[in-house]
């Protein structure tokens, strides 16, 4: 609960006047008498914060107990602990790491986690990076960019090759910017030095923090495509049809991002607009298709083995799925956009 302190302004020499600063929270930040504050001046507020030169950079440590916790757990907490800012982040066992190969995975794939001691009972990592000189702007254009390259990737594969494991191993690359991303934001939130240093308020930060989250969720969509055509044959006509559709989601995905990146309402607009057509159109790919019409070249070399038909229709529906949840995030980008105060 925020406590509200009211201050009496007080005449001072030639037309100046005083504020005085409460004792405690002097106390609390380690100031004294000549440290230097920031002052953000508005309408009807003045808002004061430790200046960056006069912040005592204080590491925040964290220690996990391993124990006998699943790797799922484990990975979930260390992560949890990155997004929270820990610079330090101790995994202890006393009965000793049984997968500490698995846990060094987890720690390479969080952006600036450095492992700086090791032992058979204890993992100790430290966060090497300032937030502050990371560029959210930097990261969102590399995390496009490799969204782009998965997303050609992905139409490759509808022609028939495959490219799954370079595309997995991208979407490592993304969840790891997701996540360096996602921590500069949450420490930009609570900390107005770090916002300042991103040139950005609260709502701007929200807003990119909810395009990051599209982002990643789009690369995972490219990812689980890839595996599922991996895993299928398809017609020519099929091949046709899918590839036409995947075209007409790939050419919004590339307007909606560059309307974000020049603040381009219109074409926001467009590609929001024309959102429930895109749908629709996955929705009357998947009907045509739904009698499983799909595989009969196949189906007439391989008399009586169905399973390969019904497995296909699964495969091409889970495909649709990941296009739909595609479109939804290019559509939430937009609004996002259209909302941004940037």
Known sequence: MVKINFRKIIAFGNGGYIVSLPRSWIYENKLGKGDMLAMDQGSDQLTFSISSNEQKKEEKTITIEAGDKKLDR???????????NYNVIEIISKNGLTNNVEIKEILRNLAGMEIMEQTSTIMVAKDLISIQDISIENIMRRIDNIIR??????????????????????????????????????????????????????????????????????????????????ETRMNEELVKDLGQLYQEIKKAYYNIMNAHYTKNREIAINVEVTARQRIKNSISFLE????????????????????????????????????????????????TTLRDGD
């Open 288 to 335: 045509k298709n739904t009698g499983c019409n799909l595989y009969i070249d196949l189906i007439k070399k391989n008399k009586g083995k169905k399973e390969i038909q019904m497995n296909t229709c699964i495969l091409i529906a889970k495909v649709i799925e990941n296009l739909n949840s595609m479109s939804t995030s290019i559509k939430q980008i937009a609004r």
């Open 74 to 84: 484990l990975h979930t907490e260390i992560v949890s602990a990155y997004l929270n």
């Open 149 to 230: 390259g998965m997303i050609e990737d992905v139409i490759r594969c509808i022609q028939g090759e495959d490219h799954y494991e370079s595309i997995f191993q991208r979407d490592i690359d993304v969840n790891r910017l997701y996540y360096l991303a996602s921590r500069g934001i949450n420490n930009a939130l609570k900390n107005p030095i770090v916002a300042r240093a991103f040139n950005k308020d609260a709502f701007q930060l929200s807003a990119n923090q909810l395009i990051f989250i599209r982002l990643e969720q789009i690369a995972d969509s490219q990812k689980r495509i890839a595996r599922y055509l991996k």
